[in-house]
């Protein structure tokens, strides 16, 4: 979903777009996470008592905010927490979880799917969703839960803006798998002018993260809000 600049270009446009997911339930590693370069942009779960204190004090740092919006699994013994989107929901339903998250996470710039392997595959909940983000332009970030989605493509129809995750930082949690993706980031990035990176706010990825970014920095690697990569 990224177009591939020249090769004499490729130098210029290395951006890294890096967000970190899961923010809001636990106050002291979303603090965590606001400390960090307000490049670095941060999903916040809907339905935490903490999440709209947070966010504004995350927007009031200058990073963007997306809403993380919880969607139903393929695997249904997976719980994806409160305010889910499911299939079984009628098109009010819907409507009415997504239009709270957007009061629950406020001054968000768009969405992305927290697990969602199952919805993000239906073409007719996804068209709910981005008539939604369309109504208030905002952005739709496909974490790519399943190949299968349907997320970018729907987006697209609706001319939703619109971009997909590259790199899982952590599904591993220990620091040498880590350093690994963010060499994979690096390369992806190499090669397409720009990585579209998600993490966790685990004490690992921080750790990593914080010591990864003066270093590719001065490599030549720019951080840049996810505003800045989506079509």
């Given at each position: 979903s990224t177009p591939k600049p020249s090769s004499a270009a490729s130098d210029v446009y290395k951006r890294q777009a890096i967000v970190i997911d899961d923010l809001g339930t636990n106050q002291v590693l979303t603090e965590r996470a606001i400390l960090l370069p307000s490049s670095i942009s941060l999903a916040f779960l809907p339905n935490s008592q903490t999440s709209a204190d947070l966010t504004t004090r995350a927007i009031e740092d200058g990073h963007e905010v997306l809403i993380h919006m919880p969607m139903e699994p393929l695997d249904s013994s997976v719980d994806p927490g409160p305010s889910a989107l499911l299939l079984t929901m009628t098109f009010q339903e819907v409507l009415h979880q997504l239009r709270l998250a957007f009061t629950q996470v406020p001054g968000a710039i768009g969405l992305n799917n927290h697990m969602g392997s199952k919805f993000t595959q239906d073409e007719n909940a996804m068209a709910t969703l981005m008539g939604?983000?369309?109504?208030?332009?905002?952005?739709?970030?496909?974490?790519?839960?399943?190949?299968?989605?349907?997320?970018?493509?729907?987006?697209?129809?609706?001319?939703?803006?619109?971009?997909?995750?590259?790199?899982?930082?952590?599904?591993?949690?220990?620091?040498?798998?880590?350093?690994?993706?963010?060499?994979?980031?690096?390369?992806?990035?190499?090669?397409?002018?720009?990585?579209?990176?998600?993490?966790?706010?685990?004490?690992?990825?921080?750790?990593?993260?914080?010591?990864?970014?003066?270093?590719?920095?001065?490599?030549?690697?720019?951080?840049?809000?996810?505003?800045?990569?989506?079509?």
């Amino acid at each position: 979903s990224t177009p591939k600049p020249s090769s004499a270009a490729s130098d210029v446009y290395k951006r890294q777009a890096i967000v970190i997911d899961d923010l809001g339930t636990n106050q002291v590693l979303t603090e965590r996470a606001i400390l960090l370069p307000s490049s670095i942009s941060l999903a916040f779960l809907p339905n935490s008592q903490t999440s709209a204190d947070l966010t504004t004090r995350a927007i009031e740092d200058g990073h963007e905010v997306l809403i993380h919006m919880p969607m139903e699994p393929l695997d249904s013994s997976v719980d994806p927490g409160p305010s889910a989107l499911l299939l079984t929901m009628t098109f009010q339903e819907v409507l009415h979880q997504l239009r709270l998250a957007f009061t629950q996470v406020p001054g968000a710039i768009g969405l992305n799917n927290h697990m969602g392997s199952k919805f993000t595959q239906d073409e007719n909940a996804m068209a709910t969703l981005m008539g939604e983000l369309k109504a208030r332009d905002m952005i739709f970030l496909d974490s790519r839960t399943t190949p299968a989605t349907k997320g970018s493509i729907i987006a697209r129809e609706r001319k939703v803006k619109t971009i997909s995750r590259n790199i899982f930082l952590d599904n591993d949690r220990s620091t040498i798998a880590i350093r690994k993706q963010f060499f994979l980031a690096e390369e992806f990035a190499r090669k397409n002018g720009v990585a579209v990176v998600i993490g966790h706010p685990y004490p690992e990825t921080f750790l990593v993260l914080e010591e990864w970014i003066p270093d590719a920095v001065m490599r030549g690697y720019t951080l840049v809000q996810i505003s800045a990569v989506v079509e």
